[in-house]
């Protein structure tokens, strides 16, 4: 029975000391808060993201921490946990010792017997990722707003030739509504006459020339058929569109 015992102790011990390491090495905050929302227990990753010593949160409410713009949402939002009982994830921005903080925060309420008694958390710094997010959509924005306001019909195609995007003068141009074009061979659309027409369009067409070679070429003078069966003069140029690298469709 002692050996049982001795055993039994060794590995709790080699548990707790476990899960000692994962929490003290975590990257992600964790925290533990009592039902009056106070933090009980706070890992050093609290350190690293918010710049707060944990000594000086340790009893304190959890609201205290959160962003004075947000605090009614995170009020709102554990009273719904522990109505529901159930997890919760969430956006939410905290106060750092110098810095605003954003984090996804994730929550798990404790119940025994019904009644709520505290919630465990892990909270990941997003900061970077958001402002990332942020700038990457005010850059398509603003490019957004340059193709919809420029005269000159621009598409782009994959690299089977397919439109992937094109402006508003494009589509008015081409008398035929964006949602068409999207997903369409343009050079068959766009090089196709109509039954009973001749197609006036001589040499080689540049654009499946640009797919295959990756050089830009442009066009003083070609025709292109509409959907009404008419065909407009036309002058353009088709350029490669590179990642990385690689070339990935034509503009």
């Known amino acids: ?18 899960y000692r390491r ?4 975590a990257t992600e ?3 533990h808060i009592d039902a009056e929302g106070c933090f009980v227990l706070l890992n050093p990753a609290f350190e690293t993201i918010t710049g707060w010593p944990r000594h000086e949160w340790l009893g304190r409410h959890f609201t205290d921490l959160v962003h004075p713009d947000d605090r009614g949402y995170a009020i709102a939002t554990f009273k719904e946990m522990l109505l529901a009982a159930r997890p919760s994830a969430r956006a939410i921005r905290l ?30 710094d997003v900061t970077a990722t958001r402002r990332a997010t942020e700038e ?3 850059v398509t924005r603003s490019l957004q707003l340059v ?17 992937t995007m094109l402006n508003r003068a494009a589509a008015e141009l081409l008398g035929r509504p964006g949602e068409a074009l999207i997903g369409a061979s ?13 197609d006036a369009h001589s ?11 990756g050089a830009a070429s442009s066009v003083a003078g070609d025709l292109f058929w509409l959907a009404d069966g008419s065909s407009m003069p036309v002058a353009y140029s088709a350029a490669p569109i590179v990642d990385d690298g690689v070339q990935v469709g034509v503009v």
Not at 103 to 122: A, K, L, M, R, W
């Open 1 to 18: 029975e002692a050996i049982d015992r001795d055993r039994a102790r060794a590995a709790l011990q080699e548990s707790e000391n476990r």
């Open 22 to 25: 994962i929490f003290d090495g």
């Open 29 to 31: 905050m964790i925290f």
């Open 95 to 124: 106060m750092g010792k110098d810095r605003e903080v954003q984090v996804e925060i994730t929550s798990f309420p404790q119940n025994v017997d019904g009644t709520f008694i505290e919630v465990y958390g892990f909270a990941r």
């Open 136 to 138: 990457r959509e005010r």
């Open 147 to 163: 193709l919809e306001s420029t005269v000159e019909g621009i598409y782009t195609m994959d690299m089977n030739g397919h439109c």
């Open 186 to 198: 343009m050079h068959e659309l766009l090089h196709t006459p109509p039954p009973g027409r001749a």
């Open 203 to 213: 040499g080689d067409c540049p654009i499946p020339q640009v797919l295959e070679s």
